[in-house]
């Protein structure tokens, strides 16, 4: 497995942007397909973005034109740019590792970051 850890979590005004960051260690980095998640309270754990081995993505509608994924393979990190944020993107964001070359199933991920929350205010 892959250890995952997040920064860039933090307090936003709606329509403000953040940039969320993912360091993976431990295998090499550029077999996986990396994920962002993210869980709200009361919710379950859902699907933000995917960028895969090959550089594909794929998003969540709820997020697409918005947030971008990107992933610096010579520093073992991927990103999530969210721009034009809004007050229902407030949750716990998790990043993830698969060796799935193209999913979107938390099932499917078997390495997870600790988690960092992001709260935007209305």
């Known amino acids: 497995q892959v250890q995952l850890v997040e920064s860039g979590g933090g307090l936003v005004q709606a329509g403000g942007s953040l940039r969320l960051s993912c360091a993976a260690s431990?295998?090499?980095?550029?077999?996986?397909?990396m994920g962002w998640f993210r869980q709200a309270p009361g919710n379950e754990r859902e699907f933000v973005a995917a960028?895969?081995?090959?550089?594909?993505?794929a998003y969540a509608h709820s997020v697409k034109g918005r947030f971008t994924i990107s992933r610096d393979n010579a520093k073992n990190t991927v990103y999530l740019q969210m721009n034009s944020l809004k007050p229902e993107d407030t949750a716990v964001y998790y990043c993830?590792?698969?060796?799935?070359?193209?999913?979107?199933?938390?099932?499917?991920?078997?390495?997870w970051g600790q988690g960092t929350q992001v709260t935007v205010s209305s």
């Open positions: 431990g295998r090499t980095f550029t077999r996986y397909t």
């Open positions: 960028i895969s081995w090959t550089g594909g993505t």
């Open positions: 993830a590792a698969t060796e799935v070359l193209i999913t979107t199933r938390p099932v499917d991920f078997g390495s």
